[in-house]
């Protein structure tokens, strides 16, 4: 069993930036893939990025540039980077844990809201 707890969220301007973190206990995360999401109001949730074991980042390109995943295995915990944030980027976002590649997500955080005001 893997429990997540995001936490760092909150509402800034746009232009600022914020740093969430993911917790992850009850395994040896740093060996899967850890994958952040997003989902905002009336929409489908959707990826972010997703750092795996072997330290290979990837991002959707709706944040290439601007967000950064990042880990400290000591702590267990992975972030994610916010930088020049934008109205649209408000959303709750979820950090997640994909146990085996190319399968569904398997363990998932509860959640921390972004609000980007302009």
């Known amino acids: 069993q893997v429990q997540l707890v995001e936490s760092g969220g909150g509402s800034v301007q746009a232009g600022d930036s914020l740093r969430l973190s993911c917790a992850a206990s009850?395994?040896?995360?740093?060996?899967?893939?850890m994958g952040w999401f997003r989902q905002a109001p009336g929409k489908e949730r959707e990826f972010v990025g997703r750092?795996?074991?072997?330290?290979?980042?990837y991002y959707a390109d709706s944040v290439k540039g601007r967000f950064t995943i990042f880990r400290d295995i000591a702590k267990s915990t992975v972030y994610l980077q916010m930088n020049s944030l934008k109205p649209e980027d408000t959303a709750v976002y979820y950090c997640?844990?994909?146990?085996?590649?190319?399968?569904?997500?398997?363990?998932w955080g509860q959640g921390t809201q972004v609000t980007v005001s302009s």
């Open positions: 997640a844990v994909q146990l085996v590649p190319g399968r569904p997500y398997d363990y």
């Open positions: 009850g395994r040896t995360f740093s060996s899967y893939i």
């Open positions: 750092i795996r074991g072997d330290g290979n980042k």
